[in-house]
């Protein structure tokens, strides 16, 4: 694997590791130091340095926030990293890691290749392109709108609130008032009316003059029966862009319904 640039190289590099889950560390599966040859490898090149294997786990680690363990067999409690087993296929992840760097390469080699600004040695996917710290790369709606199946709306906010604080200012998750909007509209598809206004007033709270997600709550409460409050949903975006023609005819629909 040749890399013309340093950052490339910890581009691909970290989707490397990702996809090879850096199996095959080990000759022997109870090892102080690490070894001078590398068996199992299925996908990194066979003769990959010790140098750069080591390198490669550690922006893996740093690329997907997991530790070795989460592709390969052994204890956490162990005194030494060369005491688990790089070398087993046992389980599922390091499998899946190797698919993805296949496709990864695919990726690369194929079709960016074809590109030809920015330098194709420049433009490269890797782990972190998708993955951004996360096992699993779900955006931000996506992660929510599982939890409430899962769980139910409650455990959607805390799952909100969690997330927010671990990983606000990052680029883990979009934390914009776009992905509560595209939640609620998610889950107003699915006829859960009341969970999608529920993460609306979430999203107000926190960006009270978001002009979208007014005329959405407003189109929400309308459709709901909350003829009142879609009008006062209205009127707010209205005032957030005065003389709009659009909310200036909802404003007038909304006011006939409201008469006696």
């Known amino acids: 694997m040749k890399i013309d640039s340093k950052i490339t190289r910890w581009l691909v590099v970290c989707a490397a590791v990702w996809s090879v889950g850096i199996g095959s560390l080990a000759a022997r599966p109870a090892q102080a130091q690490p070894p001078k040859e590398f068996h199992n490898l299925k996908v990194l090149p066979k003769d990959i340095s010790q140098d750069e294997l080591i390198d490669t786990m550690r922006d893996f680690s740093l690329g997907l926030g997991v530790r070795c363990l989460y592709c390969h067999v052994g204890k956490e409690d162990s005194k030494s990293l060369w005491d688990n087993d790089f070398v087993s296929d046992e389980k599922p992840a390091k499998q899946t890691a190797r ?4 496709m990864m390469q695919e990726i690369n080699r194929s079709h960016l290749a074809k590109i030809k600004k920015p330098a194709p040695e420049l433009l490269q ?10 096992t699993r790369p779900m955006s931000l709606s996506q992660t929510l709108i599982a939890t409430v199946e899962a769980d139910g709306s409650a455990a959607a906010l805390a799952r909100y609130h969690e997330l927010r604080e671990q990983h606000y ?13 595209e ?10 009316l009341a969970d999608a206004l529920t993460f609306l007033r979430l999203n107000l709270q926190y960006f009270p ?8 709550l407003a189109e929400l409460l309308n459709e709901s029966g909350d003829t009142a409050g ?15 023609d659009f909310l200036l ?6 006011k006939k319904r409201l008469v006696p």
Not at 125 to 134: K, L
Not at 187 to 192: F, N
Not at 209 to 216: C, D, G, I, T
Request: aromatic content about 4%.
């Open 125 to 134: 996917v890797s782990c972190v392109t998708c993955h951004r710290r996360q």
């Open 183 to 192: 939640l609620s509209s998610a889950l107003a598809t699915k006829d859960r």
């Open 230 to 244: 879609a009008l006062a949903s209205y009127e707010r975006a209205l005032e957030l862009k005065p003389g709009d």
């Open 249 to 254: 005819g909802k404003i007038a629909e909304v």
């Open 209 to 216: 003059e978001s002009l979208r997600s007014h005329v959405q």
């Open 169 to 181: 200012g990052s680029d883990a998750y979009d934390f914009s008032d776009r992905s509560l909007r």
């Open 99 to 102: 698919v993805m760097l296949q």
